[in-house]
């Protein structure tokens, strides 16, 4: 065998190997970097550290607003927590949400139902459209809260003051004079 045949076999072995290797490789949407492109909160991090992150930096509430990013709170069933875009608010108990990776793997869904299901209607538990069911699922979530895209708001606070020496007890020359001192 030459080599160009060889070197021509080698090729195919390794692009064949590679085949099987990238779609295993494959990474596919999340609800981290979809929620932080569509709503333009640039918090980074798994979904369950939103909002903690987000104290100083976004304003934070317990009232859904469209564009507000709904932060999910970690539960076991979902570890790393979860959020999602509220793109529309029906009412005070109901919520459109655009999102990714909740009903399919990396799978983006717009203008899904959330409802508050919280016994105090404080948007503390919902329940999410599911694909699977064709309407909302089964299990309630908790949440922490809403995240706001308009940043927190400064507060300014004076600069304490340098320390500063009011008068010493020693006397300094003047001129290369020693000081007189009184009988």
Not at 21 to 27: G, L, N
Not at 155 to 171: F, G, N
């Amino acid at each position: 065998m030459n080599s160009k045949a060889l070197t021509a076999r080698f090729a195919l072995v390794i692009s064949c190997a590679l085949m099987t290797v990238a779609p295993a490789q494959a990474r596919y949407l999340q609800c981290v970097p979809f929620a932080r492109e569509v709503s333009g909160i640039a918090i980074r991090g798994n979904a369950n550290t939103w909002w903690g992150q987000a104290a100083g930096r976004y304003e934070r509430g317990h009232v859904p607003q469209e564009g507000a990013v709904m932060a999910f709170k970690a539960t076991r069933g979902m570890p790393v927590g979860h959020v999602a875009m509220v793109s529309h608010v029906v009412s005070e108990r109901e919520v459109l949400l655009t999102h990714a990776n909740w009903s399919h793997r990396g799978g983006i869904e717009r203008d899904v139902r959330a409802v508050d299901v919280s016994a105090a209607g404080d948007w503390s538990v919902v329940r999410v459209w599911y694909a699977g069911n064709g309407d909302l699922g089964t299990t309630s979530y908790p949440l922490a809260g809403f995240i706001y895209p308009e940043k927190a708001p400064v507060i300014e606070t004076e600069a304490p003051l340098a320390p500063m020496t009011i008068a010493t007890t020693a006397a300094a020359p003047v001129a290369g004079a020693l000081p007189v001192v009184a009988d």
